[in-house]
């Protein structure tokens, strides 16, 4: 019981130690036995006055005590009280010794609490000597990329000022060899009239894009030159904007008034945006069906008028007739190589690879034609959302890899460009949504089966079924001895479509889109002598989507 009690205190005793509060209640360290001395001065009194004659005559209480007995109670009483100091000393002693028990344990705290102090100093003082570290590299580097700029400055507008005459001299020559090519080119077209099919031949488009890429590569290093040697990118694009509106009203008023003022402006004032995407293509791709395009569209700007679509091992293009923009194009190619650029650098971070994955570019018309909306999307990486309001912050970059750290400039042009031209940018992350999709297939006896494709993200991974007692798998398969005709979607969610499975053509891939051009599901079909099979296999779309949206011209005249 002792014990118990014993390790109670001491508990209580840690406690109010780890507390922050001192110990300080010590019993005396030593025990007078007060009860025994006085007991025994008042039985040596008694013994003395009993035999002492002389006492007795005056004590009368004294002789009262006296008998012969006296001496054994004396003695019986000493005996006891003696036995109760000495019970009295020992839970003193034992009281002593758990009181330096507790000291004992006490400084062992303290000792340990310390070490631990000490090790924690130690531990921030490390992390304090860190931290200074990372300060003082991020301002020296941030010291260094200033000064990186403002000597890139200093040269851009060095060669600005020497170079205007050697651009001069070198546009002016290519301008007329792209004339003269762009002549040679009509006088074919013209000559191969009677072919049904009226193209031009590769080697023809061929010599008129080259000296076409090289006048707009010079334009392109101008238009950076011009940028790059202006305090403040969004309003010197404005101001560029503004002298090109001024030229396009004109041209508009005249053309009421049927005047031919074409003489007295520089260049035109508006461009197409699909001729703009096409040439930022051209930098980052050497797709034959892009440069092609190009070449035509330099003949005849007729190429615009109609929508047009491509997909190669990089781009999923789709552009739409839009509206004509003011100003310089290679502005716009500015910003869609940026954002291009930053988009393939995403898509390499995927957490998987699908055949499908693509960057997507979409070109097309706002609702009410006023603006045009181009956005940009890849399969990468969601963007933290602490990180979306920072990323069009000069020098703030999430390209980060232990070979790569972006300096953070690609998205700050970006955005400086498109508030010169009054626009507007959002970023969005993109998920991949469960969703049913219906798909209706003709077999050769006449029959229609109807197919509801059901997938689901719920694992981080697409898997497909069709049918709800079925369990999802990665691919979704469908047999038939009959073989199929065709097969077909009317779903509202997703791009229609019809495929004819041909004799001569059974085996067939391609990919369903929805709303957005996004490819959410792959479809193949393939055909043996005794059965036709189509499997479907659903796509993981999680990324990232720029959006832009910039008013045309059209837009600006009507106000």
């Known amino acids: 019981m002792g014990e118990m009690i014993e390790d109670k205190n001491l508990e209580s005793d840690s406690r109010v130690f780890e507390s922050g509060q001192t110990y300080v209640n010590l019993p005396p360290f030593f025990y007078a036995p007060w009860l025994s001395i006085i007991a025994s001065l008042i039985a040596i009194f008694l013994l003395v006055g009993v035999n002492d004659a002389t006492l007795l005559e005056h004590y009368s209480i004294l002789e009262?005590?006296?008998?012969?007995?006296?001496?054994?109670?004396?003695?019986?009483?000493?005996?006891?009280?003696?036995?109760?100091?000495?019970?009295?000393?020992?839970?003193?002693?034992?009281?002593?010794?758990?009181?330096?028990?507790?000291?004992?344990?006490?400084?062992?705290?303290?000792?340990?609490?310390?070490?631990?102090?000490?090790?924690?100093?130690?531990?921030?003082?490390?992390?304090?000597?860190?931290?200074?570290g990372f300060i003082s590299d991020k301002l020296l580097e941030f010291i260094e990329y200033d000064e990186k700029f403002v000597h890139f400055k200093g040269i851009a507008s060095e060669v600005r000022h020497n170079g205007v005459i050697s651009y001069d001299k070198v546009t002016t020559a290519l301008k007329k060899a792209v004339e003269q090519q762009r002549f040679l080119s009509i006088y074919e077209q013209e000559e191969q009239s009677s072919n049904e099919e009226g193209k031009l031949s590769n080697q023809t488009l061929?010599?008129?894009?080259?000296?076409?890429?090289?006048?707009?590569?010079?334009?392109?290093?101008?238009?950076?030159?011009?940028?790059?040697?202006?305090?403040?990118?969004?309003?010197?694009?404005?101001?560029?904007?503004?002298?090109?509106?001024?030229?396009?009203?004109?041209?508009?008023?005249?053309?009421?008034?049927?005047?031919?003022?074409?003489?007295?402006?520089?260049?035109?004032?508006?461009?197409?945006?699909?001729?703009?995407?096409?040439?930022?293509?051209?930098?980052?791709?050497?797709?034959?069906e892009i440069r092609n395009l190009i070449a035509l569209s330099r003949i005849n700007h007729q190429v615009f008028e109609e929508a047009f679509d491509f997909s190669n091992e990089q781009f999923s293009v789709y552009a739409?007739?839009?509206?004509?923009?003011?100003?310089?194009?290679?502005?716009?190619?500015?910003?869609?190589?940026?954002?291009?650029?930053?988009?393939?650098?995403?898509?390499?971070?995927?957490?998987?690879k699908q055949s499908s994955d693509r960057v997507v570019i979409c070109l097309e018309n706002s609702t009410d034609a006023d603006y045009i909306n181009c956005s940009?999307?890849?399969?990468?990486?969601?963007?933290?959302?602490?990180?979306?309001?920072?990323?069009?912050?000069?020098?703030?970059?999430?390209?980060?890899?232990?070979?790569?750290?972006?300096?953070?400039?690609?998205?700050?042009?970006?955005?400086?460009?498109?508030?010169?031209?009054?626009?507007?940018?959002?970023?969005?992350?993109?998920?991949?949504?469960?969703?049913?999709?219906?798909?209706?297939?003709?077999?050769?006896?006449?029959?229609?089966?109807?197919?509801?494709?059901?997938?689901?993200?719920?694992?981080?991974?697409?898997?497909?079924?069709?049918?709800?007692?079925?369990?999802?798998?990665?691919?979704?398969?469908?047999?038939?001895?009959?073989?199929?005709?065709?097969?077909?979607?009317?779903d509202n969610n997703s791009s229609a479509f019809e495929r004819h499975i041909r004799e001569e053509n059974p085996n067939q891939e391609w990919l369903i889109f929805n709303e957005s051009h996004l490819p959410i599901l792959r479809v193949v079909v393939k055909t043996t002598k005794r059965h036709s099979t189509l499997k479907i296999k659903p796509l993981d779309i999680k990324g990232v989507r720029f959006q832009i949206n910039i008013p045309t011209a059209a837009s600006l005249l009507e106000e």
């Open 376 to 490: 940009v999307y890849n399969r990468g990486p969601h963007i933290n959302e602490d990180d979306l309001d920072k990323i069009f912050e000069l020098g703030y970059s999430t390209r980060r890899n232990q070979k790569h750290h972006g300096k953070g400039l690609g998205l700050f042009f970006s955005k400086q460009i498109i508030d010169g031209y009054q626009g507007k940018v959002e970023v969005e992350n993109v998920d991949s949504v469960s969703s049913q999709i219906e798909l209706k297939i003709q077999l050769a006896s006449g029959e229609i089966k109807k197919l509801a494709i059901e997938s689901d993200f719920s694992e981080n991974r697409p898997r497909a079924r069709l049918d709800a007692n079925l369990p999802f798998e990665t691919e979704a398969s469908y047999q038939s001895d009959i073989p199929f005709v065709s097969i077909s979607n009317k």
């Open 320 to 352: 739409q007739a839009t509206g004509e923009l003011l100003g310089n194009h290679n502005h716009i190619i500015l910003l869609l190589e940026n954002l291009i650029k930053n988009a393939q650098f995403f898509s390499s971070k995927a957490p998987f």
């Open 64 to 132: 009262a005590l006296n008998s012969p007995t006296l001496s054994y109670k004396i003695i019986f009483v000493l005996g006891i009280l003696y036995l109760l100091d000495i019970q009295l000393f020992q839970r003193n002693k034992r009281k002593i010794k758990r009181q330096f028990e507790q000291l004992n344990y006490q400084l062992e705290l303290a000792w340990k609490q310390k070490a631990k102090q000490q090790a924690r100093a130690n531990t921030f003082s490390g992390q304090t000597d860190k931290l200074k």
């Open 206 to 288: 061929n010599a008129l894009a080259q000296y076409q890429n090289a006048l707009d590569a010079m334009e392109y290093l101008w238009a950076l030159l011009d940028l790059s040697t202006a305090d403040n990118m969004a309003l010197h694009i404005g101001n560029q904007l503004i002298e090109r509106e001024e030229h396009y009203f004109q041209l508009q008023l005249d053309a009421e008034k049927q005047m031919d003022i074409t003489q007295s402006i520089p260049a035109s004032p508006t461009f197409h945006p699909q001729l703009s995407l096409l040439l930022t293509l051209s930098l980052l791709s050497n797709d034959q």
